[in-house]
DNA sequence: CTGAAAGCGCTTACAG
DNA sequence: CTGAAAGCGCTTACAG
């Protein structure tokens, strides 16, 4: 029951314990017969190194942390696949974390995946301050970014989506049909001036020249629940809302829900606007319009920046355009289709 | 830039290197006033022992590998979720992999795991062959399998729902509501012998005296659009059926679309019965009549018994009984609410 | 092409 | 209560 090591195979086979490392690690300075014997004798015993101690030499573990705020989320789902798949094609692993959209956790998880030996650190850390990701960038590295932005750092690497620029692609597709009563389902966990959606949602009321007032816009958590409670608020506070733009699918997927229960047709009474795409929004009834961005890419551009600095610390890979679209569905169409 | 070390946290206070090893790991055997100047010194060095050198001889890497057929499906989200929730409330990490219910992906992925060093792995392997695993428990463990049954082994401990009953308490309730022609959305990655739901689904058709005609059986990958596709299919095939039993609740989901689209309306015309219970399944239109059991509270669980089997190998934690329940929503009413 | 030595950063006995 | 020695299982120079 005691693993094979390096030892006993170098004992086996009748060499030292540096020509089966050579051997196994496919370094050059060995003969073709050694190898084979060497080999033959790593396949007999069964004989894998142990990653532990190979790390305390290269000082790599081949593990990347990654922390989402809640893997439950299929936004975010998405994006650890993208990253697992990636970095299982690269032979690394995923050390996976959740944060809960908690500051606190997030930076307590964040030490404890260091200490324990990452390669390297995928974060969203939408609630952490500024101060705190940059001093932590200080001295550690390589870090990833997603979709969240601070200045710039030698060992930070930034890969967002224009969230801003998506939320006024669903705005003005709003205005556009001619809602001027819109209401927002916003993320209570993320503060009002971190809010990019909400920013776009108030700017883009603002351009066209029409109110926000506060009671427009209900914070809520960021789930299918909470967008259910959100729009029974929203729409009992003011029933003349003709619009709700939501802070994610889930919660738009709720707020169908609701107006349903409610009584309201949608889209011909009240048009939904979700953001995210994710895979059920097409499926419910009435199909979901939405922003969509790429999750999966995300995640995999996000270890392919990893590994690239790994391999190639002073260089910067290029950031590839991170496209952000409009998706038109059923849940703002004016016109009914069918009952 | 350089990582401080347990040398320089001795030559800093003045100590030797196990003296510093006694402070930070809460020993016995030195004296209150060495402890605190240490501990002083460690704060003031910013020092984090290196997990992979301590993990070097303790044989204790704090780390649980977790091996799921695919992240994002909202099952496998809830499970890991759970394990990671419990896991970091005991210090522990999650290695993530999916194998996407392939069986060398599922058999390679488990030997990276390994040889990175976990102290435990939980896994589904739903499509790996009994002996593969029953062979790899014999030199590996503590295992958990979820809801993979195979032959009792001391290395492993399965936590399964009784998946059988569950799916026989999904056709129970289509017959007793007077169904006799209902078709089946089948997960075609699992064989055919293996499928305790396709068994169930024949054996209560059987019990009942109904025909069980192959076409009723339709295989689709289980994910939203396998279940829409499978469901055009089965009711192009035979459009007199009056119920689905789909292998999932992302399928049931994807099934209710696809009557929709195909004009039959649900439930009066065709109810729709799903598995799992997903939080969509509350909320889509109408809403899914499913089987239930604790996702989160399987995650949970299995996390907990590796850490028991880690703190007393030769104990045997009981497994607490896993639930599971029929859950009654507007999908399969044959009475219709409203339009 | 091959091996003896040193060391990665810790912890575990063992002296004193 | 404290420290010198040995070692976890490997890899990296360095000789030869």
């Known amino acids: 029951m005691r693993r094979v090591t390096i030892d006993d195979v170098a004992r086996e086979a009748g060499v030292s314990r540096q020509t089966v490392s050579r051997a196994i690690n496919h370094k050059r300075d060995i003969s073709v017969e050694t190898r084979e014997r060497v080999l033959a ?139 001027t009563a819109i209401g927002m389902i916003a993320n209570r966990h993320h503060p009002h001036a971190k809010n990019r959606r909400l920013t776009a949602y108030q700017d883009s009321l603002q351009r066209y020249g029409f109110p926000t007032p506060p009671q427009w816009v209900q914070m809520a958590v960021p789930t299918l629940q909470g967008g259910y409670a959100a729009t029974r608020e929203l729409l009992q506070t003011d029933p003349t809302l003709t619009a709700i733009f939501a802070y994610n699918d889930l919660m738009a997927v709720g707020a169908i829900r609701a107006c349903r229960d409610m009584g309201y047709s949608v889209p011909k009474e009240i048009a939904i606007m979700g953001f995210d795409d994710i895979p059920i929004a097409e499926l419910v009834h009435p199909a979901l319009s939405t922003i969509r961005y790429d999750k999966y890419g995300l995640g995999q551009q996000a270890i392919l920046h990893i590994l690239h600095h790994l391999n190639h610390p002073n260089e910067t890979l290029p950031i590839a355009d991170l496209a952000i679209e409009l998706v038109e569905r059923e849940s703002t169409q004016t016109t009914v289709k069918t009952c």
Not at 103 to 132: C, Y
Not at 151 to 172: C, F, K
């Open 41 to 179: 004798v790593v396949q007999r015993l069964g004989f894998r190194p142990n990653r532990v101690a190979q790390s305390m030499i290269t000082q790599r573990t081949y593990t990347i942390g990654m922390e989402v705020i809640d893997i439950t989320n299929p936004v975010f789902a998405e994006m650890v696949r993208g990253a697992q798949d990636t970095a299982a094609a690269y032979g690394y692993n995923i050390l996976l974390t959740n944060s809960n959209d908690d500051s606190d956790i997030a930076i307590h998880s964040l030490s404890t995946l260091v200490t324990h030996g990452i390669d390297g650190l995928i974060a969203m850390f939408p609630n952490v301050a500024d101060d705190e990701i940059l001093a932590f960038a200080d001295h550690y590295h390589p870090i990833v970014l997603i979709n969240r932005v601070v200045a710039p750092h030698p060992h930070l690497t930034m890969l967002s989506v224009d969230i801003y620029r998506g939320a006024t692609l669903a705005m003005e597709h709003l205005l556009q049909r001619g809602h």
